[in-house]
């Protein structure tokens, strides 16, 4: 089956723009998750989407929004973008809960790189 | 608040060969989940392990195997046999039991060498 698709795979914005990405769960999943990956930070979780609800959040600014549609589609908005948002976002998605269960894969689109000029 | 600490930025190893992967953390929880990541140079993460803190026994996944000790608080992955394909950069992320954020290591990147 197709994996998670993340679109798009590169882009690039000015200061103070705002950006839209994608992510298509593989099909049937219902939990879509975001991420920042940064050199000085890390790895960091931005929030989870379950069922079109918003259910966990990290510690990121009101800048970076997303939402879920009806199909588990997910998009992740950040608006007012600054050169510190230069990075590589990445989706994941699950079947159900996704962290929780025992045995639940968890699988992660390739990323959106997104830099910010 | 909690945090993930792995030491090792990059590691090298002959392949064949066994390496080991060292991270601590810090939590006053009692209930919680860790797991390893790999993220190859295609850059998509793959779960490796994943650990659930009441459970004594260390989790094991055919070549990869963990040992964790609560008290110490350290949850180091061990990679048996190493192949080229485990070429990656490896995250080490915490998770409490109500699994509101995950906490991620800033990574160990690991070269296996021909």
């Known amino acids: 089956k197709a994996g998670v698709t993340q679109t798009p795979r590169y882009l690039i914005k000015t200061r103070g723009q705002q950006v839209t990405l994608s992510c298509s769960p593989i099909s049937g999943h219902r939990s879509v998750s975001w991420y920042q990956q940064t050199p000085g930070q890390g790895l960091q979780f931005l929030f989870e989407y379950f069922s079109e609800t918003q259910r966990n959040k990290g510690n990121f600014p009101g800048r970076f929004s997303g939402r879920q549609f009806s199909n588990s589609r997910s998009e992740m908005n950040v608006s007012t973008l600054e050169l510190g948002d230069s990075a590589l976002y990445l989706c994941?998605?699950?079947?159900?809960?996704?962290?929780?269960?025992?045995?639940?894969?968890?699988?992660f689109g390739e990323g959106s790189w997104l830099t910010v000029v | 608040a909690q945090t993930v600490t792995q030491s090792q930025p990059e590691m090298s190893v002959q392949e064949a060969e066994t390496v080991t992967l060292s991270c601590t953390y810090d939590?006053?929880?009692?209930?919680?989940?860790l797991f390893w990541y790999k993220q190859p140079p295609s850059r998509q993460m793959i779960l490796v392990i994943r650990?659930?803190?009441?459970?004594?026994q260390n989790a094991t996944e055919n070549r990869f195997s963990v040992n964790f000790q609560k008290a110490a608080k350290s949850f180091s992955l061990k990679i048996s046999d190493s192949q080229l394909g485990d070429t990656a950069m490896y995250f080490c992320?915490?998770?409490?039991?109500?699994?509101?954020?995950?906490?991620f290591g800033k990574g160990t990147r690991l070269h296996i060498l021909p």
């Open positions: 939590t006053s929880e009692n209930n919680y989940y």
């Open positions: 992320a915490f998770m409490k039991h109500d699994a509101d954020k995950i906490i």
């Open positions: 994941a998605s699950s079947l159900e809960f996704i962290w929780g269960n025992s045995g639940n894969t968890i699988y």
């Open positions: 650990q659930e803190a009441y459970k004594q």
